[in-house]
């Protein structure tokens, strides 16, 4: 069955430092994969995906996530941190096979605190 | 262009009771799914519409029922609440249920059972 780990519950993090997020899936096919975040009070908005192709993905906001399946994993890291980017970040695969982007299951989140 | 719009963004009912929840899609989106996302942990799909009829669901008792109307709005529907009913409710839309549209998350809908 699809499913997706985020091993770390809350990361804290100096403004201008860099970051990376870690998530690993569990998925029988070529996945499709998901990074997602929300701030306090909003709903869910996409960082960036990652269909097929280059294993490195480009996002909005600065970030980046690489594709490794060998370690099947997908990390979502960025250059330098801004205190903007405190929120929580979900990475995500479709909970079926070839289905849709409405139809997801994330993993329990990892909240970014940064520091000044 | 109003994105995903739910209603209402706070309520509170007793345990027992049932209570709907609403949903306008983005403009041009005709799919909504539905999540429910408890205190610290992920979003965990609910269902989705299509064409006024559910086409996929989750792990989720039949307490939780849905509706699509003709404008592509939607509700969701719990009956006898339980506390652990207590969540953030998402409604995301698409356009069409494919891989390749990308899903418009709403605010939310805080629900409190007490």
């Known amino acids: 069955a699809q499913s997706v780990t985020q091993p770390d519950i809350h990361i804290t993090v100096s403004e201008g430092a860099s970051l990376e997020l870690r998530c690993n899936y569990s998925?029988?096919?070529?996945?499709?994969l998901f990074w997602y975040v929300q701030s306090p009070g909003q709903g869910l908005q996409l960082l960036l995906k990652?269909?097929?192709?280059?294993?490195l993905v480009q996002g909005i906001k600065g970030f980046e996530a690489e594709f490794k399946r060998s370690q099947s994993s997908f990390n979502l890291r960025k250059p330098s941190v801004h205190w903007s980017d405190a929120a929580e970040y979900f990475c995500?695969?479709?909970?079926?096979?070839?289905?849709?982007?409405?139809?997801?299951?994330f993993g329990k989140g990892t909240k970014l605190s940064v520091k000044p | 262009d109003a994105g995903v719009t739910q209603s209402p963004t706070h309520l509170i009912k007793t345990r027992g009771q049932q209570v709907t929840l609403r949903c306008s899609p983005k403009?041009?989106?005709?799919?909504v799914s539905w999540y429910q996302q408890a205190l610290g942990q992920g979003p965990q799909f609910i269902f989705q519409?299509?064409?006024?009829?559910?086409?996929q669901r989750g792990n989720f008792p039949d307490r939780f029922s849905g509706h699509q109307f003709p404008n592509y709005s939607s509700e969701l529907n719990v009956n006898a609440l339980l506390l652990g009913d207590s969540a953030l409710y998402l409604c995301?839309?698409?356009?069409?249920?494919?891989?390749?549209?990308?899903?418009?998350f709403g605010q939310g809908t805080r629900l409190t059972v007490v």
């Open positions: 403009s041009g989106h005709d799919t």
């Open positions: 519409y299509y064409e006024e009829e559910e086409r």
């Open positions: 990652y269909f097929s192709g280059d294993t």
């Open positions: 995301a839309s698409s356009l069409v249920p494919v891989m390749n549209t990308e899903a418009f």
């Open positions: 995500a695969v479709p909970g079926d096979y070839g289905g849709s982007q409405g139809n997801l299951i």
């Open positions: 998925y029988g096919a070529t996945p499709y």
